[in-house]
């Protein structure tokens, strides 16, 4: 369960590596997120590039994110109980699209039913 205050790791390529959570989205003003809910983050750290081409992620960018997996362990539909080591999220702009072509690491199957299949595809691996 992710709460306001909550620091998260950013999977994607997107250059962020640490965000915040600031906001939860959803109806009635929900007091916890869990997998495949989106969320509020500003960025906290993020991977300085020596590019010419400038980034869109900066330190303190308030953007929109989902989670993809958690801490606590979730039950899958056939009774499988999964965790991971850390709170992961993967950011998206704010017309709620994807900002990155890349996930690393593992990422929880129930984003499969909450019409995330994009997400699942881009990752190597499935839980």
């Given at each position: 369960m992710?709460?306001?205050?909550?620091?998260?790791?950013?999977?994607?390529?997107?250059?962020?590596?640490?965000a915040k959570c600031i906001g939860i989205l959803g109806?009635?003003?929900?007091?916890?997120?869990?997998?495949?809910?989106?969320?509020?983050?500003?960025?906290?750290d993020y991977?300085?590039?020596?590019?010419?081409?400038r980034s869109k992620i900066e330190k303190g960018i308030i953007s929109h994110a989902l989670i993809v997996r958690t801490k606590k362990k979730n039950r899958s539909f056939d009774n499988i109980w999964t965790n991971f080591?850390?709170?992961?999220?993967?950011?998206?702009?704010?017309?709620?699209?994807?900002?990155?072509t890349r996930v690393r690491g593992p990422i929880h199957y129930a984003l499969r039913f909450k019409k995330f299949i994009k997400v699942?595809?881009?990752?190597?691996?499935?839980?």
């Open positions: 992710i709460y306001k205050g909550t620091y998260l790791r950013v999977i994607d390529n997107s250059g962020a590596t640490l109806s009635n003003s929900p007091k916890y997120a869990k997998v495949g809910s989106t969320i509020i983050v500003t960025i906290k991977t300085r590039s020596n590019n010419s081409v080591i850390d709170n992961g999220v993967v950011l998206l702009d704010n017309k709620k699209s994807l900002m990155f699942l595809s881009l990752s190597k691996y499935n839980l």
